[in-house]
Nanobody
Framework: QVQLVESGGGLVQPGGSLRLSCAAS????????MGWYRQAPGKQRELVAT???????NYADSVKGRFTISRDNAKNTVYLQMNSLKPEDTAVYYC?????????????WGQGTQVTVSS
């Protein structure tokens, strides 16, 4: 069974930075596209950024130029570097990954990590 374990959330002042990490653990699977989503109180979960296994990236307009997604394929880990944070970035951040085991594919989610931007 594959687990996605996130880390790196916390409280930061506006203008500050945080780096989130998400590692896929388990065996017998391949990791394909990975991504980060977020959900603020009372709002729907929204895409933040995605990255393919080849390194192609996609960002929500609201984070372009401030957030950078990257991955280490050898470690099955995806990162989200968040700079120039704003109060509106406050949310629970979830990572996901498209996984395959033979011909069976599924999308797994992490448990979420809280990011709070406040002075």
């Amino acid at each position: 069974q594959v687990q996605l374990v996130e880390s790196g959330g916390g409280l930061v002042q506006p203008g500050g930075s945080l780096r989130l990490s998400c590692a896929a653990s388990g065996s017998g699977f391949s990791v394909h596209a990975m991504g980060w989503y977020r959900q603020a109180p009372g709002k729907q979960r929204e895409l933040v950024a995605t990255i393919t296994s080849g390194g192609n990236t996609n960002y929500a307009d609201s984070v372009k130029g401030r957030f950078t997604i990257s991955r280490d394929n050898a470690k099955n880990t995806v990162y989200l570097q968040m700079n120039s944070l704003k109060p509106e970035d406050t949310a629970v951040y979830y990572c996901n990954a498209d996984l395959s085991h033979g011909i069976v594919w599924n999308r797994s989610w992490g448990q979420g990590t809280q990011v709070t931007v406040s002075s």
